[in-house]
């Protein structure tokens, strides 16, 4: 049974330009969230998706947005990157929106 | 409004030497308790969690914890440790039963280091 799988799994973007992460959720579940690690720092939570829906949503401004799509996986997209756009992000899948978490391994963002 | 402190950015142990990882937290309404670990280049896997009943709570690996509500910590313990319990350890906290994302807060980790 594959877990929750994130790609690409680093990436070097430059200042100003566009970004998408994409995540595939762990089998039978219907439920993405995503989170930006910084490095020594504790994952934020960024929003949650739901029945392809976004369901709820951290301190992230506009620039950063989702998409999910009807077989639940689902993509994070930033725009105008900023040097303090550089983490680690991560994806976590759960059956329903309030269960237990399972993270993906991540995707390391470098903006230069 | 929900935050947690985790006391010790990293924390060197012998192997086999007993090891606390320590975590308090400050929440205004009910509070769930989670402890996760990371090991290198992986994700966020769930050690152990308090939802009520028995404040010791025990977890994989051989982890335990306890939930103390007049100190408002939430330590992890390990009796032995050992060289693959090398990681990032965090301790979390939610307002919401199953841990839901969106009720998520994380403290910013404590490295544990083993040394043989």
Known sequence: DAGVTQSPTHLIKTRGQQVTLRCSPKSGHDTVSWYQQALGQGPQFIFQYYEEEERQRGNFPDRFSGHQFPNYSSELNVNALLLGDSALYLCASSFAPNNEQFFGPGTRLTVL | ?116
């Open chain 2, 1 to 116: 409004a929900q935050s947690v402190t985790q006391l010790d950015s990293q924390v060197p142990v012998f192997e086999e030497a007993p090891v606390e990882l320590r975590c308090n937290y400050s929440s205004s309404v009910s509070v769930y308790l989670f402890w996760y670990v990371q090991y290198p280049n992986q994700g966020l896997q769930l050690l152990l969690k308090y939802l009520s009943g028995s404040t010791l709570v025990k977890g994989i690996n051989g982890f335990e914890a306890e939930f103390n509500k007049s100190q408002t910590s939430f330590h992890l313990r390990k009796p032995s440790v050992h060289i693959s319990d090398t990681a990032e350890y965090f301790c979390a906290v939610s307002d919401r039963e199953g841990g839901g994302a969106d009720g998520l807060t994380f403290g910013k980790g404590t490295h544990l280091i083993i040394q043989p």
